[in-house]
């Protein structure tokens, strides 16, 4: 009988609780020191960026951050027929629009610089690769996560405080008109310690990815902004106070920037004065947008109230609404209602 075969009948033999003593022991990678043969398969930026647009892996490990992407204005970004519709009558579209509607990944041609238009795969918009990955396929993320055989991960300063990473797009001095973030920075928000996220990526619980187990704060992947009625809502307040004949309507931009925040938008604050019997004596729509040359009407800076006065007789009655205009031709049936008061 050979060496061999009498082992392996004493194994079998042997109770089960001494074979897993007896048994090799397997350590994790994080286990293993630097002169293991173990090396993590990473993959390159290529092959990352190949799996995102025909495989859609970045859904298979985040389907949560995955659904929330595909339905933001951030995807939509270069599809939008707002977009295009507006950015069809720029001359030099190339350099000052989509640049930043269909982006190479700003980790690789600079944070706060502006971005580089992708030569292809424009119809993703501002997509995953966008925002978190570099040039040799490590995806950047706020928090430290699992050891993953797919990509590295590097945890970033930059995507924790995310205000310098979003001016890449949202703070260029040579587009002024989406220029958000230059009256964010002095504004009451930034002053309290918030950032972009604070408003725009609202925070959540959960999972980093299906291969964890923890449950973190992490952000929504929403940018929750001009197309939502709740975020609108919570942007402005409106106050009437009356004094004699005369009363003030105060409005204050609740905004960490300019409102409206671009240069199409346009808020209307509409003011009807009733008399006793309920008729309205007069009607005023007082327009305020970036378009607008006069101070009293352009756009108001984040924590301004501004002041509109009207002369009132003791009968008179006083209303007053804030509403939102999407793009010039939005017609007035779809203006959004911001805030409203009345006296």
């Not at 918009?125 to 978190?132: D, P, Q, Y």
Request: aromatic content about 6%.
């Amino acid at each position: 009988m050979t060496s061999a075969l009498i082992i392996r009948i004493a194994l079998i033999c042997l109770p089960l609780p001494l074979i897993m003593f007896c048994a090799p022991q397997f350590i994790g990678a994080d286990e293993m020191g630097d002169e293991s043969i173990f090396e993590p398969s990473y993959l390159s930026y290529a092959d990352i960026y190949r799996d995102f647009t025909q495989k859609k892996m970045c859904k298979r490990c985040h389907p949560a951050i995955w659904r929330e992407w595909e339905r933001s204005m951030h995807a939509k970004a270069w599809e939008d027929p707002i977009y295009q519709e507006a950015a069809s009558q720029v001359e030099d579209r190339e350099k000052r629009c989509d640049p930043c509607h269909a982006p190479e990944p700003i980790l690789i041609t600079g944070i706060g610089k502006m971005p580089k238009l992708r030569a292809a795969d424009r119809k993703y918009g501002v997509s995953c690769i966008v925002c978190h990955i570099d040039a040799h396929g490590a995806m950047h993320g706020p928090h430290k996560s699992a050891n993953p055989m797919y990509h590295a991960n590097v945890t970033s300063e930059a995507h924790a405080k995310p205000t310098e990473l979003c001016a890449t797009c949202h703070g260029q001095p040579s587009v002024p008109e989406h220029n958000q973030v230059a009256s964010f920075r002095n504004s009451p928000a930034a002053e309290k310690g918030l950032n972009c996220a604070s408003c725009h990526m609202p925070a959540v619980k959960r999972q980093l990815s299906v291969h964890t187990y923890e449950t973190v704060t992490v952000r929504r992947h929403t940018w929750m902004g001009s197309r939502s009625v709740s975020k609108l809502k919570s942007a402005a307040n409106l106050k009437i106070v009356r004094a004699e004949d005369k009363a003030t309507i105060r409005l204050t931009n609740k905004a960490g920037h300019l409102l409206p925040g671009e240069a199409l938008r346009a808020i209307i604050l509409d003011v009807k004065i009733y008399d006793a019997n309920g008729t309205v004596n007069r009607h005023e729509q007082v327009f305020i947008s970036a378009a607008s040359e006069k101070p009293e009407t352009n756009r108001i800076s984040p924590g301004e109230t501004r002041e509109f006065m009207y002369t009132l007789s003791d009968t008179e009655k006083v209303e007053a609404k804030l509403r939102y205009r999407l793009i010039p031709t939005t017609p007035e049936t779809e203006w959004i209602t911001m805030a409203e008061a009345s006296q």
